[in-house]
């Protein structure tokens, strides 16, 4: 299974890097897999350790892909990676094997704590229009124009269903960040 995350750790030199992510879950296994370069990466592989924040504000999801990644937090209870405030629980890991890769390592990691910070309430279709439209920007450069296109169209009938303010401030986001896109192209 694999769980949209926002993932967050700290840099050798103590700054606090914030980063959307699917976490695969098996069992009591959680595998993070960073693609190479990232800042995820280089910060797991130092530390060793990680905090995965479920979330249900996906202006959290779009905004760390269009560069708005000053979020609270709030210190984590057995790492020192922080905890997203907004986080309705979280999970901190820690790193117990590496399987390397060129492109994409496997780091399998296992909890060391959990805790729940408020109730679930549910999700709505335009959080999950989001999220699939923040996957489609992080893939702005491996997807076609018109593949995107169509997918937002798509996507756009429950977000228009269903989207309250928050969800709407965080596709603009998106949206800015594909029409730059667009617009970069030759």
Not at 107 to 112: D, E, G, I, N, P
Request: hydrophobic share 45%; net charge negative.
């Amino acid at each position: 299974m694999i769980q949209e995350t926002i993932v967050t750790t700290i840099s050798p030199d103590g700054l606090v890097h914030i980063a959307p992510m699917g976490i695969h879950i098996n069992g009591d296994e959680y595998i993070i897999l960073p693609f190479r370069p990232s800042t995820t990466l280089v910060n797991v592989l130092h530390s060793q350790t990680a905090v995965l924040n479920y979330c249900d504000d996906v202006r959290v999801f779009a905004g760390c892909l269009t560069g708005r990644r000053d979020w609270p937090l709030r210190a984590a209870e057995k790492i020192s990676a922080p905890v997203l405030a907004c986080a309705l629980a979280h999970t901190e890991v820690q790193v117990i094997r590496i399987e390397d890769d060129p492109v994409r390592p496997k780091l399998f990691c296992t909890a060391v704590h959990s805790a729940h910070h408020a109730p679930f309430t549910g999700f709505n279709r335009a959080q999950f229009a989001v999220l699939e439209a923040a996957i489609l920007v992080s893939r702005l450069t491996m997807l076609s124009q018109e593949k995107i296109a169509s997918e937002l169209a798509y996507l756009r009938i429950g977000f228009d269903k269903t989207a309250g303010d928050r969800e709407r401030v965080a596709w603009d986001w998106l949206m800015a960040a594909i029409d730059e896109h667009n617009g970069a192209q030759p």
